[in-house]
């Protein structure tokens, strides 16, 4: 499965798709962690040694260069089919069971540019879902930018992440039309940071027909976990136990 990650700015995308992770692993599956963020964070939120010191692809300028047969003259020029397909095994890490691919993206304030680097980005996009035998989570940036420029198409479902706020249904509301626009068949929703019955029911009354798949509370342990590293100590936590059970539904979707 094929799965994508997208929401409001701070509402938990790197902390459920960190959770998605592990979950799909203690279940005995393959997982390919790719953090699709400018800002790549996924890796630490895995537990990554020296997570920070991984360079995103994006960021591989000679590399995307290359591929892409940008000419020094003309850098408008450049290949729409380059040859990527040795790229995700070269650039792939593993910890703890979990494989991980930190491709970040081009600034929002491209999004709309047919430059090299988006190219590229998106031909890696389609070359990382054609691989067999692995769950692949994606964690996208805030907001819809991939969503426009078309990397999350042909995924198999896509989780839009919500807090119990109007500003996130806001966001729900403009990436829900364009996730099902470019062809995402299975599109759902997962509530984090509940605190009450009326969180829920604000959810529950604002989400129309889209599937709820899981309700994850709000939990210190997500705030500590980020003060200390220590993210293996929330698998201990009840957000780990509500993220498994929203995984259960989301493999039987
Ligand atoms: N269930 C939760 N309870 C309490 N805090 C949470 C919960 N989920 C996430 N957080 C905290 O909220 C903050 C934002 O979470 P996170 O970085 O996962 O969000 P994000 O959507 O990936 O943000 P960004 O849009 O910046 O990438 C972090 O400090 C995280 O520890
Ligand atoms: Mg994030």
Not at 125 to 135: A, G, T
Not at 215 to 239: T, Y
């Amino acid at each position: 499965m094929k799965i994508g990650i997208a929401g409001k700015g701070g509402v938990g995308k790197t902390t459920l798709a960190a959770l998605i992770c592990w979950a799909l692993k203690d279940l005995g599956l393959n997982v390919l962690a790719v953090d699709a963020d400018p800002d790549t964070n996924l890796g630490s939120a895995l537990g990554f040694l020296n997570a920070g010191s991984i360079i995103p692809i994006i960021q591989m300028k000679d590399l995307i260069k290359q591929r892409m047969e940008v000419k020094r003259d003309n850098p408008g020029i450049y290949k729409l089919n380059p040859q990527i397909d040795d790229i995700p095994d070269k650039f792939i890490k593993e910890h703890l069971g979990i494989k991980l691919i930190v491709m970040g993206t081009v600034k929002a304030g491209n999004s709309g540019c047919a430059c090299p680097e988006n190219t590229f980005l998106k031909r890696l996009f389609h070359q990382i879902v054609l691989r067999e035998n692995e769950h692949i989570v994606v964690d996208f940036e805030a907001g819809v930018e991939h969503l426009g420029r078309g990397t999350a198409a042909k995924f198999d479902h896509l989780i839009i992440v919500l807090e119990p706020t109007g500003l996130s249904l806001e966001s729900l509301r403009r990436i829900y039309p364009l996730a099902h626009d470019i062809g995402i068949k299975n599109i759902s929703v997962i509530a984090n940071r509940i605190t009450s019955d009326k969180d829920i029911n604000f959810i529950r009354n604002n989400i129309g027909d889209l599937q709820l798949l899981g309700l994850i509370d709000f939990s210190r342990a997500c705030i500590e976990a980020n003060q200390d590293g220590n993210w293996e100590a929330l698998k201990k936590d009840k957000v780990y136990s509500q993220v498994k059970d929203a995984v259960e539904k989301l493999l039987n979707f």
